[in-house]
């Protein structure tokens, strides 16, 4: 069997390619299952449907990386640099992303239940439609980020801060959003439904009341600003 080999390391699972150099590498569908990538340089890389499950990645430099529909199911992305890196429809479940840097990221349709994002910057990052139920999201900075329509079902947001994020259309049943900022957030047609928001600060932040009329949290509390058609 021929072995892949990328940069003049080899390719395959449980490989150990600590601080390896493969930037800009063609990793399609490579198979890199539980395979020791801590520090390593991927910026650029095409990891496209690469299987990096349970994969430590631990500080890796993953920045306009291509990890589109990329199974990174339990992975080590600890402190991991992923800034405008490419995770459609990526499976992230379960994964550690504690204080990752996701700036600009495109997360569309990527699922993410489960997973640790505690201290993560996903400032304007792309999360439409993402799956982010009972994911940990502690005090991270969400700030501009798109998440219309993605699913926070019983997300743990607890000091995280989401001022001017779309929330548009998100379901965030039983989420925990006490003493997020929550400031000129654009929650329309969202499910808060059980939600926490104790000591959240809610001025600016828009939301509906079903038939249509518009909120806006003001200093003296809550006033019609609209309508959803107009």
Do not use: F, H
Not at 6 to 31: F, H, M, Q, S, V
Not at 74 to 81: F, H, I, M, S
Not at 173 to 183: E, F, V
């Amino acid at each position: 069997m021929k072995i892949r080999k990328e940069n003049g390391y080899e390719i395959k699972p449980g490989a150990d390619l600590r601080e390896a150099d493969l930037r800009e590498a063609d990793l399609r569908e490579a198979d890199l299952n539980e395979a020791n990538l801590w520090r390593a340089n991927l910026v650029g890389a095409n990891l496209v449907g690469a299987d990096l499950e349970d994969a430590y990645l631990e500080k890796a430099r993953l920045g306009r990386a291509d990890l589109r529909e990329a199974d990174l199911e339990e992975a080590y992305l600890v402190g991991a640099n992923l800034e405008d890196a490419y995770l459609n429809e990526a499976n992230l479940v379960g994964a550690n992303l504690e204080d990752a840097y996701l700036a600009g990221a495109n997360l569309k349709w990527a699922n993410l239940v489960g997973a640790d994002l505690g201290g993560a910057n996903l400032e304007d990052a792309y999360l439409e439609k993402a799956r982010l139920g009972r994911a940990d999201l502690r005090e991270a900075n969400l700030v501009g980020a798109n998440l219309k329509w993605a699913n926070l079902e019983d997300a743990y947001l607890v000091g995280a801060n989401l001022v001017g994020a779309n929330l548009v259309g998100a379901n965030l049943l039983g989420a925990n959003l006490r003493k997020t900022n929550l400031r000129k957030t654009n929650l329309l047609g969202a499910n808060l439904v059980g939600a926490n928001l104790v000591g959240a600060n809610l001025l600016g932040m828009k939301i509906d009341d079903g038939q249509g009329n518009v909120y806006e949290c003001q200093r003296d509390g809550w006033g019609i600003v609209g309508s959803i058609s107009a």
